[in-house]
């Protein structure tokens, strides 16, 4: 089948799902995640053969991956997210009356979603991407990634079998393979609405570009990393190094350091402890159980880039790096923050198990620091509480750069919820004005629509008089389950 | 002063600005608008001599731009606009706990906003764009308008004693002259953070592809009109045509056919009504009281918009422009529904009071037509009540190519309320997700931040657990005003 001919069935599929009551879009969703679960033991073998990934970690992204899909199911059902909003007619006002005004999002269209190396489910085939989308009531045009296949195949027959069993078309969800070149046909088509997309700078910079040069520019959702720093404030350090050198190393360890949250830089105050914590964060990593990576190519990767950074002027190196095909060995490095400060290549993202300790003085010199900082996903800080509180400026700075900041704990871990950021200014994104994890994910594929004037007949339930859905909407600028 | 000074003392602002209490921000908007009012008949002079609107008009616009300002305060003040959004800790459950994660939107930072000529008050230096931007906590630097350098002065000195009367630093509005290359300077400074602007197709374009290109992108809120077609369906056109025609009429003169909703485009049934409808319009466009235009290089653009048009193939003039120096005369032409469809430049916007009646045979017509639409800010349809809900085929194609869908009533005349979408897919702006009219166009100059595991000093009031604004909120996913 050509682009043309997905884009085609695309575009009949949308005009069928758009019009779909929200309840059934919440129940493809769950019929997609029971599908999901159905594929038992196999689902978990193929897509450990495929990536390397443990067992383990594998059947807690499954369940991360069917806890969003019910997620997006519920948020569906419950309809509030569309914004619903209605001026009433104000037929007697002067000097001219006002008509009825009837708002609410609606799906963009025809998407196209990109598959991640480093969740083979939770941000590919039926991950949180293509979630939101359904949820949004957007057909989508995957785009497989080619570190798992099989695993994607399988995925995509439990979507099929659901479609089927919702009674919807087939073409709400299309699988594409392909390199690159497919990719860009994609992203250039016309009918194509947005993009969403998890991985490389490269990667995603490149399609940004090829979107914003479309003859009808489309919102891109690319989230391309970031080296999540931590700042960890001197009481603190004092108190606890060798704790935060443990918990610093478990979250560089975690997944092979193949998180999109992956701590990549410590500030680290020059103290009597700095020089116990490094060598404690040296030895928790390098005593770590190692681990293969996703696949050759990112293994070369990583030690490319460790090696790259470690060339740079002032950086000294602490644990080497032990180089293999395939398993990722940890790596650490250590630099002044005057160094840091000097040299924009040292806060490149280096994908894998790897960390660059900054050595400061004073609290100016971590506001200097922050100034300096590109975009983030994430940014921390650790500090006695009364620390933390004295830091607020640090904090207020800190914000401007980042999605999620956080007070303590460590930034892996991306809690699928209400509350959750996982974005941030470019280059952690390309729209630092949405987040790929969490419930406003589904705002990335809808748009504003304003009825006026609109027979109740034509009216979507979540505008109609009687409010049917008993959603929450803004009634004359006031927030209200009431009808009209 | 140059561009540098003007974005350090912006960013400066900003760390000010962005931490002051919603009341205060509601506060200088509500003194922006009293210090206009205070500017009295000067104000209103001074525009009428730089835009040939006529008083009664400006008056008119004083009074809305007076009520946008209010209406920012309002949300401002109220503060549910954030989306404060709360997930409480569960240190208990398994496998892992939660952490507490608040997530609120904060603002982007120094935004540029651009003025437009056809609004001198109500988009222009204190209009909707500069009063969403303030009440979002952005400090705004403005690019004035070369078409009323004096109206804008005297508005800018509005805001000037507003900000001093509420101690707020001068820099969180700043007023810039001068030409395309300082509009492409502020456009590309690196500290810029969002960028909004109405006007022409190729100035909002020009800004879109330079904000596209630079190291950092930054989101563009270019509406750049459209020609708002009107549907009119055969029952209602059998039974009212010369009303009808009169209704047109009316809306394509209002402003001289500058407003960014003037209908351009009118899709009328070939039957025994289409030569007294077309007679009649072409009546009341020729006898309407003719008015200048904004300015000499605008109305010699409309009347060669209107000849270019005129030349093309098919194309029946109906009421030739009676060309003037200033004064903009209304134009009419005539083509039939398959010539239409073959020329994509008939679909193009000619700035002033004219409009082109495309003649169809049955409602298959009408959604080949609706399929062809590019986007735009407003689709009408006018019918019967019957014929509309038997159209809702049409009215469900329509949706897609528009930010505002009338049934019925005239495009122009844009209500700032809750509902309103101004907006619409591109080519009508160049972010469909926004509006740049109504309560959610302050969405465009934030983003959202996750604050995970703050110190309760360190949150904003509207992440707090005692809700000091009384804010509604999702906690939990449940919208409450509650406490925690």
Redo the contacts between chains.
């Keep these: 089948m050509s682009l043309n001919q997905v884009f085609d069935k695309a575009a009949e599929a949308f005009?069928v799902y758009?019009?779909v009551a929200a309840s059934e879009k919440a129940n493809l969703l769950r019929t997609i995640a029971a599908e999901i679960e159905q594929l038992g033991d196999e689902l978990l073998q193929t897509a450990h053969q495929e990536s390397n990934l443990p067992l383990a970690r594998l059947t807690?992204e499954r369940g991360r991956t069917v806890s969003q899909l019910q997620l997006f199911a519920?948020l569906a059902d419950e309809g509030?997210w569309t914004?619903a909003?209605?001026?009433t007619a104000l037929p007697d006002r002067q000097?001219?009356p006002?008509?009825d005004?009837?708002?609410m999002l609606?799906p963009?269209?025809p998407v196209v979603i990109f598959g991640a190396s480093n969740f083979p489910f939770a941000f590919s085939t039926a991950g949180g991407d293509t979630a939101s989308a359904l949820a949004a009531g957007c057909p989508v045009i995957y785009k497989e990634h080619p570190g798992h296949p099989k695993t994607s195949q399988l995925v995509y027959k439990a979507i099929q079998n659901a479609l089927q069993a919702c009674g919807l078309p087939e073409a709400v969800f299309q699988h594409v393979s392909g390199g690159a070149d497919i990719g860009q046909e994609l992203v250039k088509h016309p009918e194509a609405k947005a993009v969403a997309f998890t991985g490389s700078y490269k990667g995603g910079k490149a399609i940004?570009?090829q979107a914003?040069?479309r003859p009808?520019?489309i919102?891109v959702y690319a989230e391309m990393g970031s080296v999540n720093p931590i700042f960890i404030l001197p009481e603190k350090a004092e108190a606890e190094s060798k704790q935060l050198a443990g918990q610093a190393a478990q979250s560089v360890l975690l997944g092979v350091g193949q998180f999109c949250t992956n701590p990549g830089l410590i500030f680290y105050p020059e103290n009597d402890t700095t020089e116990s914590f490094l060598q404690e964060l040296s030895e928790k990593l390098e005593s770590a159980p190692t681990n293969k990576m996703l696949h050759e190519g990112i293994c070369s990767n990583y030690y490319k880039g460790v090696n790259q950074l470690l060339a740079a002027g002032g950086v000294e190196k602490l644990l080497a790096p032990d180089e293999d095909v395939l398993v990722g060995n940890a790596a650490l490095a250590k630099v002044s923050l005057e160094q840091w400060l000097q040299n924009e290549a040292l806060q490149e993202e280096v994908f894998g198990p790897f960390t660059l300790v900054v050595t400061y003085h004073g609290l100016e010199d971590l506001e200097r620091a922050a100034e300096k900082l590109q975009?983030q996903l994430t940014c921390t800080v650790w500090g006695t509480?009364s620390e933390?509180?004295q830091a607020?400026s640090l904090?207020?700075t800190l914000?401007?750069k980042?999605?999620?900041?956080?007070?303590?704990?460590v930034p892996t871990?991306v809690?699928v919820?209400?509350?959750?950021?996982h974005?941030g200014?470019?280059?952690a994104t390309?729209?630092?004005?949405s987040?790929s994890v969490g419930?406003?994910a589904i705002k990335r594929f809808?748009?504003?629509?304003?009825?006026?004037?609109?027979?109740a007949?034509?009216l979507p339930q979540e505008l109609q008089d009687d409010n049917p859905l008993s959603i929450?909407r803004?009634i004359?600028?006031k927030?209200t389950k009431d009808n009209i």
Excluded: H, N
Aim: net charge positive.
């Design positions: 005009k758009k019009k807690g519920s509030t914004e909003t209605i001026d000097p001219a006002r008509p005004l009837r708002r609606v963009l269209g940004f570009d914003c040069q009808q520019p919102p975009g509480t933390l509180i607020g904090a207020d914000r401007e980042c999605g999620r900041l956080l007070f303590g704990g871990g809690e919820s209400y509350a959750m950021t974005g200014p470019f280059p390309t729209d630092s004005r987040t419930a406003y809808a748009r504003p629509v304003t009825f006026q004037s609109a027979p007949e034509l929450w803004t004359d600028g927030l």
